[in-house]
C-alpha cells in the first residue's frame, strides 16, 4: 500500500486492541467496507492510571494475527524507548502518539527502524464542544513544509462519534492522503474512547458518503 498517492489511505480499528475476537471481528468489518490499513491500541497512552493500559506484547501479537489474515498493514502505537524493538517486530507502521511527539529520544529511536512512522498531533483551544479542535488548516500547510503524507483522525480531534463523518469529509476535500477512524463493534462497552468509535455500519455509511468527495479531489477511495 502506498500512502501519499491517489489511492486514499484508511486506517480503521478499535481505539484499543481487547481479545482477539473483537479484533478480528472489527478488523474483517472495516476491511470489507474499504479500509485498507488496521488500526489498534496494544499499549495504551491513558489519562488516569487506573484506567486500562492495554494488552501489550499479548495485542501485538493478536494484532499481527488479524493482519496476516487479511493481508493488511498494521499500524500500532510505541509509547516508550524500551518498546520500539517490540513494537516493530509487529507492527508496519508505528504511531507516536500526540503526548509523544516532541518526545525526541523516542522520535530518534524509531527514525532508526526501516517502517514508516505516523506521528500524531493533536492541538486545543478553548473551545469544550470536542474533545480537541481540528485543525483542517493544517492539512494544505503541511503539505506544503513537508513532502511527507497527512492523514486526519477526526476520532480524536472530535471525540464524538456524531461529528466524526463531518470532519472526515472535510478533511478529504482540504486534501488528506487519507483518515485513521477508530471503529468498535460495541462502542457503549469499548476499554476506551467508545464515546468516538463508530459501529461498523456507521464505518460503512461513511465509507459511501465519501466515495464521491474523493473522487472529486481526484483521489480513489474504494
Ligand atoms: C489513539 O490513536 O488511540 C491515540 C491514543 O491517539 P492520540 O495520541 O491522538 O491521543
Ligand atoms: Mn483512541
Same mark, same amino acid.
Given at each position: 500500500?502506498?500512502?501519499?498517492?491517489?489511492?486514499?489511505?484508511?486506517?480503521?480499528?478499535?481505539?484499543?486492541?481487547?481479545?482477539?475476537?473483537?479484533?478480528?471481528?472489527?478488523?474483517?468489518?472495516?476491511?470489507?467496507?474499504?479500509?485498507?490499513?488496521?488500526?489498534?491500541?496494544?499499549?495504551?497512552?491513558?489519562?488516569?492510571?487506573?484506567?486500562?493500559?492495554?494488552?501489550?506484547?499479548?495485542?501485538?501479537?493478536?494484532?499481527?494475527?488479524?493482519?496476516?489474515?487479511?493481508?493488511?498493514?498494521?499500524?500500532?502505537?510505541?509509547?516508550?524507548?524500551?518498546?520500539?524493538?517490540?513494537?516493530? +517486530? %509487529?507492527?508496519?507502521?508505528?504511531?507516536? $502518539? !500526540?503526548?509523544?511527539?516532541?518526545?525526541?529520544? #523516542?522520535?530518534? =529511536? /524509531?527514525?532508526?527502524?526501516?517502517?514508516?512512522?505516523?506521528?500524531?498531533?493533536?492541538?486545543?483551544?478553548?473551545?469544550?464542544?470536542?474533545?480537541?479542535?481540528?485543525?483542517?488548516?493544517?492539512?494544505?500547510?503541511?503539505?506544503?513544509?513537508?513532502?511527507?503524507?497527512?492523514?486526519?483522525?477526526?476520532?480524536?480531534?472530535?471525540?464524538?462519534? +456524531? %461529528?466524526?463523518?463531518?470532519?472526515?469529509? $472535510? !478533511?478529504?476535500?482540504?486534501?488528506?492522503?487519507? #483518515?485513521?477512524? =477508530? /471503529?468498535?463493534?460495541?462502542?457503549?462497552?469499548?476499554?476506551?474512547?467508545?464515546?468516538?468509535?463508530?459501529?461498523?455500519?456507521?464505518?460503512?455509511?461513511?465509507?459511501?458518503?465519501?466515495?464521491?468527495?474523493?473522487?472529486?479531489?481526484?483521489?480513489?477511495?474504494?
Amino acid at each position: 500500500i502506498t500512502v501519499g498517492g491517489k489511492q486514499l489511505a484508511v486506517f480503521a480499528g478499535p481505539c484499543a486492541i481487547e481479545s482477539q475476537e473483537q479484533f478480528t471481528t472489527v478488523s474483517k468489518a472495516v476491511k470489507a467496507s474499504g479500509a485498507n490499513i488496521l488500526r489498534g491500541g496494544a499499549f495504551k497512552p491513558r489519562s488516569s492510571p487506573y484506567s486500562f493500559q492495554g494488552l501489550e506484547g499479548d495485542g501485538l501479537k493478536i494484532m499481527y494475527n488479524s493482519g496476516q489474515e487479511l493481508n493488511m498493514p498494521i499500524c500500532t502505537e510505541v509509547l516508550d524507548t524500551r518498546d520500539v524493538e517490540l513494537v516493530a +517486530k %509487529y507492527a508496519d507502521i508505528m504511531q507516536i $502518539g !500526540a503526548r509523544n511527539m516532541q518526545n525526541f529520544k #523516542l522520535l530518534r =529511536e /524509531v527514525g532508526k527502524c526501516d517502517k514508516p512512522i505516523l506521528l500524531k498531533r493533536g492541538i486545543r483551544t478553548y473551545e469544550t464542544a470536542t474533545r480537541n479542535t481540528f485543525d483542517i488548516s493544517a492539512i494544505p500547510v503541511s503539505k506544503e513544509l513537508s513532502h511527507l503524507p497527512i492523514i486526519a483522525d477526526p476520532s480524536h480531534a472530535t471525540g464524538t462519534y +456524531k %461529528y466524526v463523518p463531518a470532519i472526515a469529509k $472535510g !478533511a478529504i476535500a482540504a486534501g488528506a492522503d487519507g #483518515l485513521m477512524i =477508530e /471503529v468498535h463493534n460495541c462502542p457503549e462497552k469499548a476499554a476506551s474512547d467508545g464515546a468516538q468509535s463508530l459501529t461498523p455500519e456507521k464505518f460503512d455509511k461513511l465509507m459511501k458518503e465519501l466515495d464521491p468527495i474523493a473522487k472529486a479531489v481526484n483521489k480513489i477511495l474504494l
